[in-house]
């Protein structure tokens, strides 16, 4: 009686764990916009300001970070979809939105503040050097 229940026991356990070796090749890999990207904005009363957009893309959606010399704040919400990112950020100063196409490698777009201010931007994505 032991060893039948020795055996069913192993095969649970090695079923167990190759169902998760499988589920980890099945995990949706990063999209394209997924990393950092070195931004400068146009247009604004201050002048040219650069920002870095800390991104993560699955699907279409698009969340992360925003950080400036005037602060930070997460992305209220995201898309990325046919080339073109659109980003939604709600801070205590107001609601910035930026939108923009993907090409070669580079967004470059237009920003506007729910204030009336708008402007143009542009961003390249950080390359990761090897080690």
Same mark, same amino acid.
């Given at each position: 009686?032991?060893?039948?229940?020795?055996?069913?026991?192993?095969?649970?356990?090695?079923?167990? &764990?190759?169902?998760? &070796?499988?589920?980890?090749?099945?995990?949706?890999?990063?999209?394209?916009?997924?990393?950092?990207?070195?931004?400068?904005?146009?247009?604004?009363?201050?002048?040219?300001?650069?920002?870095?957009?800390?991104?993560?893309?699955?699907?279409?959606?698009?969340?992360?970070?925003?950080?400036?010399?005037?602060?930070?704040?997460?992305?209220?919400?995201?898309?990325?979809?046919?080339?073109?990112?659109?980003?939604?950020?709600?801070?205590?100063?107001?609601?910035?939105? &930026?939108?923009?196409?993907?090409?070669?490698?580079? &967004?470059?777009?237009?920003?506007?503040?729910?204030?009336?201010?708008?402007?143009?931007?542009?961003?390249?994505?950080?390359?990761?050097?090897?080690?």
């Amino acid at each position: 009686m032991k060893r039948p229940l020795t055996i069913v026991v192993t095969f649970l356990v090695i079923f167990s &764990l190759a169902g998760f &070796l499988f589920a980890k090749d099945k995990l949706p890999k990063p999209g394209k916009m997924a990393g950092t990207w070195e931004c400068t904005s146009h247009g604004s009363s201050q002048g040219d300001m650069p920002f870095t957009l800390y991104l993560e893309h699955m699907g279409e959606a698009i969340t992360g970070s925003v950080s400036s010399p005037l602060g930070g704040t997460d992305i209220t919400s995201g898309l990325f979809k046919k080339k073109n990112l659109e980003i939604r950020l709600e801070t205590p100063n107001g609601t910035y939105v &930026l939108s923009a196409k993907l090409r070669k490698g580079q &967004l470059s777009g237009q920003w506007s503040h729910d204030a009336g201010e708008s402007g143009t931007w542009e961003g390249k994505k950080q390359v990761i050097a090897n080690k």
